[in-house]
C-alpha cells in the first residue's frame, strides 16, 4: 500500500473541515464515530464559530493547526469546499475525503471545477477521496473518515470483510446486509466522484490488509481497469475472491449512473469478459454479495461441481435434483461400494442412491445425518454436500442435526449448505457457523458461485508472444479495402478464400476461371465499407462472362457513388457448415476485445455472441462458444456432423493477437462470415473490413 493510501486508511491524525457538536450532522457524525469506536490518533475539529466541539480543542483553519494531520475530511460546501482542499493542500495535509456534492455529477461546469481542484491538489503531493462521498471507515482501527448513518443502525464489528464501492448508498447497504448475517466487516470506502481515487485504487489498498478473506466491489464505471487488473491478479496470488457489482448493465442504467457520479459507461458485455479474464466474480446486487459470504469466509475451494443432495423430504430431493440442474452442478455418481455403506446405515425404505432421501426415520434416529454425511464424503466423487430440511420442529433433535454437520464440515473441509425456511431450524446451523439459506435456489446457487469461481481464480493466462506491429497498406482513409483487409489477415496466418483484385473487365473474367467458379463478384472500395447495402455483391456467378459484366456495372456503381474505384474482387464461393462472426476493437477502456459468435447477416439482430480479453487461446475461446446459444450445433444436431471448432479457434487466436499487437495501427476488425467446416474441414474468412485507428 502506498504511504498516501495509508494515511487515509490507518491516519495518526484527522482533521474534520465543518465539524459540528450535533452527532446527527454530517459534520458531527467522524468525530463521534472516532472517539466510540477507539480511533488513537488525533482529532482535529475545525470549525471558527466554537472553541470546543465533542470535548476537543477547535480550531479556526487548517493552517492554525500544530501539524499538517495526514487526513483531512472537508464538509463544507460549493466555493467553501473547493477553498477548504486547496488550503489543505498548502498545509501538506496527504489525503483529503471531500463530501460536499455538486461537483463533476451536477454537469460540465462542475466536472471543469472537480478536475482542477483535483489537479492541483495531485500536484502538491495530496490525494483527494470524492467529492460527493459517504466516506472512509476502517472498523480495525477506528478510522471512519464517513457520516453514514448506517453505522448507527447496526453496532460495528471488526471483521475479515472489505467494501469498496462508488456509491456511498451502496457501501452502506452492503455493510448492512452482511452485518445482518452476523459478519464482521473492517473497510467501508466510498469513492464517490472519483476526481483523483478510484474503486480501483482503495481495492489495491485494501487487498493488501492480510486479515481481509473477501473483498467486494461496487462500481458504476472502471475508471482504472489496469489497477483493477493487478489488484485482481494480487488478490489470487493470496486467494482472496472479488466479488464485484457493476451497475448500468441497461442503456437506461448507463443513463443513471452518468447523472448519479459523472462517469462514463463501459459497455457492458466488455465489463462481463474483464472479470471473467481476472477471476473477478459479477453479481447484479449486494444482496447477492451478503448471500455468498460466508461460504467463501470458510475458505472453501471445491476441486469440481458434483453435488451431493440429502433431505428427510422424496419432494424436497426431487426439487433438489431440479435445482442442481438449472445451476449446472451435476448429481454425484456415488460408487456402489458408498450407496452399500449408505444403505447399511439408512432404515430400508429409504434411498440411498443420490438424492439421499433419509425419510422421516430422522424423527426417531437423530444420528441420520452423521450416519450419512461420513460414508458420502469418502467417495471421490463429492464435492459439493447440500442438506434440505423442509419441516422439523417438536420431537427432532435439530441441535444434534446441526453439531453433526459442523463435525462433517471441520474434519472434511467440503462446502456443506443448508436449506431450512424454519426460524427455529436454521438457528442452530447458523450457530454453528453452517452457511444456511431459506430454499434450494439460494443454497445450490451459493455453491454453484462457488464453485464456478474457484475455476475463475484458478484460470492461467500465458502471455501473448511479442510480435511486431503488422504494416499497414499506405493511406490515410478510415478502413481498409477488402482485398487489403484480405491480405492483412493472410500475412498473420488466417485463413482467406481464394480471390483476385481485377482492375478491368478482361481481369474479372480471368479471375473466374482461376478461383473456379461458381464466384462471388464484389466491388472493392475503402470508401464503401458495407457493399450488399449498395448492391455490390454477386453470389453463384457461373461464368466468365458473367464475371465481366459484373465487373462493368459495379465499376459504374462505385462512379455514381462518389467512391474510389480501387477493384473488383472475384472470390472463390466458399460454402462451410455454419457461418461464425469474428470481431476485435481497441476498447478506450479495456484495450483489445475480441468477439466471436452466430456469424451472417443476422448478427445485429440475435448478438449471439461471446466477449474475450486477451491474452487467450483456444481452450478459452471454446470454453467462451459453449456459452453461445448455439453451442449444441458445435457437436453436431440431427446427424450432422460436427464442427471443426479448433479450426474456429485458431482463426479468433490469430484476430485477438493481430488487434493486441496494433494499438495504434488497428481500431476494429470484422470477420464476417467465417466458413466453419465439419471436423477438419477447416475454417474460412471469406469477408473482412479492418478499420485504422
Aim: proline share 6%; hydrophobic share 45%; net charge negative.
Amino acid at each position: 500500500m502506498s504511504d498516501l493510501l495509508e494515511s487515509a486508511l490507518n491516519p495518526k491524525s484527522v482533521a474534520v473541515i465543518g465539524a459540528s457538536e450535533n452527532i446527527h450532522k454530517i459534520g458531527g457524525r467522524p468525530i463521534y464515530y472516532m472517539q466510540k469506536h477507539g480511533f488513537a490518533g488525533k482529532i482535529y475539529p475545525i470549525n471558527p464559530a466554537r472553541e470546543e466541539v465533542q470535548g476537543l480543542k477547535s480550531y479556526a483553519s487548517i493552517a492554525a493547526l500544530p501539524e499538517a494531520p495526514d487526513l483531512a475530511l472537508v464538509i463544507v460546501g460549493g466555493e467553501k469546499a473547493v477553498a477548504a482542499v486547496d488550503e489543505c493542500a498548502a498545509r501538506g495535509v496527504k489525503s483529503a475525503v471531500v463530501i460536499a456534492s455538486g461537483f463533476g455529477e451536477a454537469g460540465e461546469e462542475g466536472r471543469e471545477v472537480q478536475k482542477a481542484m483535483a489537479d492541483r491538489a495531485r500536484a502538491a503531493g495530496m490525494r483527494l477521496y470524492g467529492p460527493n462521498t459517504q466516506g472512509l471507515a476502517n472498523f480495525g482501527n477506528g478510522a471512519i473518515a464517513g457520516f453514514s448513518t448506517m453505522f448507527v443502525e447496526v453496532p460495528p464489528a471488526d471483521g475479515p470483510i472489505g467494501v469498496v464501492s462508488q456509491s456511498g448508498g451502496m457501501s452502506a447497504m452492503a455493510y448492512g446486509l452482511l452485518r445482518g448475517r452476523g459478519l464482521g466487516v473492517r473497510h467501508v470506502h466510498a469513492t464517490g466522484n472519483e476526481a483523483d481515487v478510484t474503486v480501483s485504487d482503495l481495492a489495491w489498498a485494501v487487498a493488501h490488509d492480510p486479515d481481509v478473506k473477501l473483498l467486494l466491489l461496487y462500481l458504476e464505471n472502471i475508471a482504472n481497469p489496469g489497477m483493477l487488473a493487478r489488484t485482481a491478479a494480487y488478490a489470487r496470488e493470496r486467494d482472496l475472491p472479488i466479488i464485484a457489482v457493476k451497475a448500468g448493465r441497461s442503456e437506461s442504467g448507463q443513463k443513471a449512473a452518468s447523472s448519479h457520479t459523472g462517469s462514463l459507461a463501459n459497455e457492458d458485455r466488455a465489463v462481463d469478459a474483464f472479470f471473467r479474464h481476472h477471476g473477478i466474480w459479477r453479481v447484479r446486487d449486494p444482496h447477492a454479495q451478503a448471500l455468498a459470504a460466508e461460504a467463501y469466509l470458510k475458505g472453501w475451494r471445491p476441486e469440481g461441481r458434483r453435488l451431493v443432495v440429502i433431505s428427510n423430504s422424496g419432494a424436497s430431493c426431487v426439487m433438489g435434483a431440479d435445482a442442481s440442474e438449472e445451476f449446472g452442478l451435476p448429481l454425484a455418481e456415488l460408487s456402489a461400494a458408498t450407496r452399500q455403506d449408505v444403505a447399511s446405515r439408512l432404515p430400508g425404505f429409504a434411498t440411498a442412491t443420490n438424492p439421499i432421501d433419509i425419510t422421516a426415520a430422522l424423527l426417531s434416529n437423530s444420528g441420520l445425518f452423521g450416519d450419512v454425511l461420513p460414508a458420502v464424503a469418502q467417495d471421490p466423487a463429492a464435492d459439493l454436500f447440500f442438506i434440505n430440511i423442509p419441516v422439523a420442529g417438536a420431537g427432532y433433535d435439530v441441535e444434534a442435526f446441526a453439531n453433526d454437520t459442523a463435525r462433517f464440515e471441520a474434519a472434511t473441509g467440503k462446502p456443506v449448505v443448508v436449506a431450512a425456511w424454519q426460524a427455529s431450524v436454521a438457528a442452530p446451523f447458523k450457530a454453528r457457523g453452517i452457511p444456511t439459506y431459506v430454499n434450494e435456489t439460494e443454497a445450490l446457487g451459493v455453491l454453484a458461485q462457488l464453485a464456478s469461481h474457484t475455476a475463475l481464480m484458478r484460470q492461467v493466462h500465458a502471455p501473448w508472444p511479442e510480435v511486431p506491429p503488422p504494416s499497414l497498406p499506405e493511406g490515410r482513409g478510415r478502413f481498409l479495402n477488402e482485398a487489403q483487409s484480405l491480405s492483412l489477415l493472410a500475412a498473420h496466418g488466417i485463413p482467406v478464400v481464394a480471390h483476385r483484385l481485377c482492375r478491368s473487365a478482361a481481369e474479372a473474367r480471368d479471375a473466374w476461371g482461376a478461383v473456379g467458379g461458381p464466384a462471388v463478384v464484389k466491388a472493392c472500395s475503402a470508401d464503401v465499407p458495407h457493399k450488399s447495402e449498395h448492391g455490390l455483391v454477386a453470389l453463384y456467378v457461373d461464368s466468365a462472362d458473367a464475371a465481366a459484366a459484373l465487373f462493368d456495372a459495379q465499376w459504374a456503381r462505385l462512379a455514381d457513388l462518389g467512391a474510389a474505384q480501387e477493384g473488383v474482387v472475384v472470390a472463390a464461393m466458399h460454402k462451410g457448415r455454419h457461418e461464425f462472426m469474428v470481431g476485435a476493437r481497441h476498447d478506450p477502456v479495456f484495450g483489445p476485445v475480441v468477439v466471436v459468435g452466430d456469424g451472417g447477416k443476422y448478427v445485429e439482430a440475435l448478438q449471439d455472441i461471446a466477449v474475450l480479453i486477451p491474452p487467450f487461446d483456444a481452450a478459452g475461446v471454446h470454453a467462451a462458444l459453449k456459452g453461445l446459444r448455439i453451442a449444441p450445433l458445435l457437436e453436431g444436431v440431427r446427424g450432422e456432423p460436427p464442427l471443426d471448432v479448433a479450426a474456429l479457434c485458431a482463426v479468433v487466436v490469430a484476430v485477438g493477437r493481430l488487434i493486441a499487437a496494433a494499438p495504434g495501427g488497428i481500431a476494429s476488425i470484422d470477420v464476417n462470415p467465417v466458413m466453419v467446416g465439419a471436423r477438419g474441414e477447416g475454417a474460412m474468412v471469406v469477408d473482412a473490413l479492418v478499420e485504422r485507428h
